[in-house]
């Protein structure tokens, strides 16, 4: 069974940076693939980031590329997202999220962490 912690967010102002972090245990696959969701209130849950199990492939959608980047260190089991230029529309819960096999668009997660909230003020 694999957990995910998010960790890493707050309150930050427009312009500035955060960086999240999602720390995994119990994780069991050889190949897998890691992707960042947020959730605003009343908005459904988005996709913000992705990632293989090497690190040499990654996906963003056009809302956070150039902005937002996703990393790994698989030494430390550890996803990060950093996030640069903030806006106030990037106010989330930002979840991890995690699965079997490889990095495809739309593809379907398994494990999902509880969330860390990110805000950010005008």
């Known amino acids: 069974q694999v957990q995910l912690v998010e960790s890493g967010g707050g309150l930050v102002q427009a312009g500035g940076s955060l960086r999240l972090s999602c720390a995994a245990s119990g994780r069991t696959w050889s190949t897998y693939a890691t992707g960042w969701f947020r959730q605003a209130p009343g908005k459904e849950r988005e996709f913000v980031a992705g990632?293989?199990?090497?690190?040499?492939?990654?996906i963003y959608p056009d809302a956070v590329k150039g902005r937002f980047t996703i990393s790994r260190d698989n030494a430390k089991n550890t996803v990060y997202l950093q996030m640069n230029g903030l806006k106030p529309e990037d106010t989330a819960v930002y979840y991890c999220?995690?699965?079997?096999?490889?990095?495809?668009?739309?593809?379907?997660?398994?494990?999902w962490g509880q969330g860390t909230q990110v805000t950010v003020s005008s």
């Open positions: 999220a995690e699965g079997y096999g490889p990095l495809f668009r739309d593809r379907k997660y398994d494990y």
């Open positions: 990632i293989n199990w090497t690190g040499m492939y990654t």
